[in-house]
Protein backbone atom coordinates (compact mmCIF):
# COMPACT_ATOMS: atom_id res chain seq x y z
CA UNK A 1 0.00 0.00 0.00
CA UNK A 2 2.54 2.31 0.71
CA UNK A 3 4.15 2.12 -2.57
CA UNK A 4 0.93 2.48 -4.32
CA UNK A 5 0.84 5.89 -2.05
CA UNK A 6 4.30 6.79 -3.27
CA UNK A 7 4.02 6.22 -6.43
CA UNK A 8 0.18 8.34 -6.50
CA UNK A 9 2.01 11.46 -5.04
CA UNK A 10 4.72 11.17 -7.47
CA UNK A 11 2.88 10.91 -10.76
CA UNK A 12 0.81 14.15 -8.64
CA UNK A 13 3.43 16.28 -8.41
CA UNK A 14 4.65 15.62 -11.43
CA UNK A 15 0.93 15.46 -13.34
CA UNK A 16 -0.59 18.84 -11.29
CA UNK A 17 1.89 21.25 -13.45
CA UNK A 18 0.83 19.50 -16.61
CA UNK A 19 -2.53 19.27 -15.85
CA UNK A 20 -3.02 22.94 -15.32
CA UNK A 21 -1.12 23.93 -18.50
CA UNK A 22 -3.10 21.35 -20.60
CA UNK A 23 -6.73 22.89 -18.66
CA UNK A 24 -7.13 25.14 -21.64
CA UNK A 25 -10.40 27.42 -21.63
CA UNK A 26 -12.69 30.19 -20.59
CA UNK A 27 -11.96 29.64 -17.29
CA UNK A 28 -8.50 29.33 -16.98
CA UNK A 29 -6.04 32.49 -17.09
CA UNK A 30 -2.68 32.83 -16.56
CA UNK A 31 -1.98 35.94 -15.30
CA UNK A 32 -0.06 37.77 -12.22
CA UNK A 33 -2.29 38.53 -9.39
CA UNK A 34 -2.44 41.69 -7.52
CA UNK A 35 0.97 43.55 -9.06
CA UNK A 36 2.54 41.16 -10.65
CA UNK A 37 2.09 40.53 -14.49
CA UNK A 38 2.51 36.77 -16.14
CA UNK A 39 5.67 36.74 -17.71
CA UNK A 40 5.94 37.51 -20.94
CA UNK A 41 2.56 38.87 -21.05
CA UNK A 42 1.27 42.71 -21.38
CA UNK A 43 0.57 44.69 -17.94
CA UNK A 44 -2.80 46.44 -19.48
CA UNK A 45 -4.08 43.23 -20.60
CA UNK A 46 -2.77 40.93 -17.62
CA UNK A 47 -5.07 43.50 -15.56
CA UNK A 48 -8.26 43.68 -17.61
CA UNK A 49 -8.02 39.84 -17.50
CA UNK A 50 -7.85 39.63 -13.72
CA UNK A 51 -10.64 42.10 -13.13
CA UNK A 52 -12.64 39.99 -15.44
CA UNK A 53 -12.44 36.71 -13.87
CA UNK A 54 -13.05 38.31 -10.28
CA UNK A 55 -16.57 37.37 -10.66
CA UNK A 56 -19.25 37.19 -8.13
CA UNK A 57 -19.30 34.58 -5.41
CA UNK A 58 -15.41 33.66 -5.13
CA UNK A 59 -12.17 34.85 -8.09
CA UNK A 60 -8.91 35.66 -8.01
CA UNK A 61 -8.86 38.50 -5.64
CA UNK A 62 -9.81 36.08 -2.43
CA UNK A 63 -6.84 33.95 -3.54
CA UNK A 64 -2.97 34.94 -2.34
CA UNK A 65 -1.53 37.75 -3.62
CA UNK A 66 2.17 38.53 -4.86
CA UNK A 67 2.49 41.00 -1.79
CA UNK A 68 1.44 37.78 0.56
CA UNK A 69 5.19 35.87 -0.19
CA UNK A 70 7.82 38.83 0.15
CA UNK A 71 7.63 38.45 4.34
CA UNK A 72 8.07 34.63 4.07
CA UNK A 73 11.32 34.73 1.81
CA UNK A 74 9.55 34.04 -1.81
CA UNK A 75 9.78 36.05 -4.80
CA UNK A 76 6.59 35.21 -6.92
CA UNK A 77 7.40 35.16 -10.88
CA UNK A 78 3.85 33.90 -12.48
CA UNK A 79 0.48 33.02 -11.14
CA UNK A 80 -2.06 30.67 -13.36
CA UNK A 81 -5.68 31.28 -12.06
CA UNK A 82 -8.54 28.52 -12.80
CA UNK A 83 -12.17 29.57 -11.66
CA UNK A 84 -13.68 26.07 -12.15
CA UNK A 85 -12.14 23.80 -9.30
CA UNK A 86 -10.31 21.48 -11.58
CA UNK A 87 -7.52 21.50 -9.75
CA UNK A 88 -5.40 18.67 -7.66
CA UNK A 89 -6.17 19.83 -4.09
CA UNK A 90 -2.96 18.60 -3.03
CA UNK A 91 0.38 15.75 -3.26
CA UNK A 92 -1.65 13.81 -0.56
CA UNK A 93 -4.88 13.83 -2.63
CA UNK A 94 -4.11 12.15 -5.47
CA UNK A 95 -5.78 13.15 -8.33
CA UNK A 96 -9.01 14.43 -5.77
CA UNK A 97 -10.19 18.55 -6.45
CA UNK A 98 -12.33 20.46 -5.10
CA UNK A 99 -15.15 20.01 -7.31
CA UNK A 100 -15.08 16.53 -6.66
CA UNK A 101 -14.93 17.21 -2.98
CA UNK A 102 -17.61 19.42 -2.57
CA UNK A 103 -19.77 16.52 -5.72
CA UNK A 104 -19.96 20.47 -7.71
CA UNK A 105 -22.78 21.58 -4.74
CA UNK A 106 -20.27 24.59 -3.97
CA UNK A 107 -21.44 27.88 -5.39
CA UNK A 108 -18.07 28.96 -6.90
CA UNK A 109 -14.56 27.64 -6.91
CA UNK A 110 -11.23 29.15 -7.89
CA UNK A 111 -7.47 27.51 -7.80
CA UNK A 112 -3.90 29.54 -8.37
CA UNK A 113 -0.75 28.00 -9.01
CA UNK A 114 1.97 30.52 -7.95
CA UNK A 115 5.91 29.95 -9.21
CA UNK A 116 8.92 31.35 -7.64
CA UNK A 117 12.14 32.52 -8.48
CA UNK A 118 13.40 29.58 -6.58
CA UNK A 119 14.03 26.80 -8.55
CA UNK A 120 11.56 23.83 -7.38
CA UNK A 121 9.38 25.86 -5.42
CA UNK A 122 5.43 26.46 -6.04
CA UNK A 123 2.57 27.01 -4.28
CA UNK A 124 -1.19 25.70 -5.48
CA UNK A 125 -4.42 26.98 -3.58
CA UNK A 126 -7.58 25.70 -4.29
CA UNK A 127 -10.85 27.61 -2.26
CA UNK A 128 -14.57 27.30 -2.55
CA UNK A 129 -17.70 29.11 -1.21
CA UNK A 130 -19.96 26.49 0.69
CA UNK A 131 -22.93 29.41 0.53
CA UNK A 132 -23.07 28.64 4.41
CA UNK A 133 -20.73 28.58 7.10
CA UNK A 134 -22.04 24.91 8.42
CA UNK A 135 -21.29 23.52 4.74
CA UNK A 136 -17.84 25.31 4.79
CA UNK A 137 -17.04 23.81 8.08
CA UNK A 138 -18.14 20.34 6.82
CA UNK A 139 -15.81 20.90 4.18
CA UNK A 140 -12.85 21.89 6.15
CA UNK A 141 -13.10 18.74 8.29
CA UNK A 142 -13.10 16.40 5.41
CA UNK A 143 -10.01 18.44 4.28
CA UNK A 144 -8.09 18.11 7.34
CA UNK A 145 -8.92 14.51 7.40
CA UNK A 146 -7.49 13.82 3.84
CA UNK A 147 -4.74 16.09 5.09
CA UNK A 148 -3.74 13.92 8.88
CA UNK A 149 -4.15 10.70 6.22
CA UNK A 150 -0.37 11.77 5.57
CA UNK A 151 1.24 12.15 8.79
CA UNK A 152 1.28 8.35 9.74
CA UNK A 153 4.19 7.11 6.88
CA UNK A 154 6.94 4.74 7.62
CA UNK A 155 10.79 6.28 8.03
CA UNK A 156 12.27 7.30 4.70
CA UNK A 157 8.75 8.24 2.99
CA UNK A 158 7.66 11.68 2.29
CA UNK A 159 5.11 13.25 5.21
CA UNK A 160 2.87 16.19 6.74
CA UNK A 161 3.82 16.54 10.47
CA UNK A 162 2.47 17.82 13.59
CA UNK A 163 -1.20 20.15 13.02
CA UNK A 164 -1.02 23.20 14.21
CA UNK A 165 -4.10 25.45 14.56
CA UNK A 166 -4.36 28.75 14.85
CA UNK A 167 -7.11 31.51 14.37
CA UNK A 168 -6.78 35.21 12.89
CA UNK A 169 -9.72 37.92 12.98
CA UNK A 170 -10.36 37.01 9.49
CA UNK A 171 -10.87 33.13 9.90
CA UNK A 172 -9.09 29.93 11.37
CA UNK A 173 -7.26 26.62 10.03
CA UNK A 174 -4.69 24.35 10.79
CA UNK A 175 -1.38 24.23 8.95
CA UNK A 176 1.21 21.18 9.01
CA UNK A 177 4.66 21.53 7.62
CA UNK A 178 6.12 18.42 4.82
CA UNK A 179 9.59 16.44 5.34
CA UNK A 180 11.12 14.73 2.80
CA UNK A 181 12.53 11.36 3.34
CA UNK A 182 15.81 12.57 4.95
CA UNK A 183 13.35 14.70 7.53
CA UNK A 184 13.98 18.00 5.85
CA UNK A 185 11.77 20.64 6.00
CA UNK A 186 10.05 20.75 1.96
CA UNK A 187 7.07 23.39 2.48
CA UNK A 188 3.43 22.28 3.92
CA UNK A 189 -0.07 22.60 3.89
CA UNK A 190 -2.74 24.37 5.51
CA UNK A 191 -6.17 23.89 5.40
CA UNK A 192 -8.32 27.02 5.99
CA UNK A 193 -12.08 28.79 6.71
CA UNK A 194 -12.91 31.99 6.39
CA UNK A 195 -16.79 31.93 7.08
CA UNK A 196 -18.52 30.05 4.52
CA UNK A 197 -15.36 30.04 2.19
CA UNK A 198 -12.98 27.25 2.77
CA UNK A 199 -9.52 25.93 0.94
CA UNK A 200 -6.11 24.50 1.00
CA UNK A 201 -2.96 25.72 0.40
CA UNK A 202 0.17 23.49 0.12
CA UNK A 203 4.01 24.94 -0.59
CA UNK A 204 6.72 22.63 -2.79
CA UNK A 205 10.08 23.87 -1.47
CA UNK A 206 10.62 26.41 1.00
CA UNK A 207 12.17 29.24 1.46
CA UNK A 208 13.97 28.41 4.91
CA UNK A 209 14.72 25.58 7.42
CA UNK A 210 12.61 26.61 9.55
CA UNK A 211 8.83 25.40 8.85
CA UNK A 212 7.45 28.32 10.87
CA UNK A 213 6.63 30.37 7.64
CA UNK A 214 3.75 28.18 7.04
CA UNK A 215 2.08 29.96 9.75
CA UNK A 216 2.52 33.36 7.86
CA UNK A 217 1.28 32.06 4.29
CA UNK A 218 -1.72 29.96 5.92
CA UNK A 219 -2.58 33.44 7.83
CA UNK A 220 -2.15 35.45 4.93
CA UNK A 221 -4.63 33.03 2.79
CA UNK A 222 -7.57 32.98 5.26
CA UNK A 223 -7.02 36.75 5.23
CA UNK A 224 -7.25 36.81 1.52
CA UNK A 225 -10.38 34.35 1.84
CA UNK A 226 -12.67 36.63 4.01
CA UNK A 227 -15.32 38.55 1.87
Known amino acids: MFDNQAARRKFTRRGRTTGVAASVGAALIAVGIGALPAVGADTSAASRT ?27 VRATVDL ?7 ACSGEETMRELTKGKATAYADVTWTFDTRGTSLTESAADGSTATSAASYEKQLDKLVRGCQDEPRGHWSYGKGHAFTVKAGEGRWYPAFNGDG ?19 LTGQPSDDPGYLAGIAAAAVNRLAD
Open 184 to 202: KATGGVAVIRSGHRFGIVE
Open 84 to 90: TGKQALS
Open 50 to 76: ATAAAGPGLGSAALMQSDDFFQQGLVP
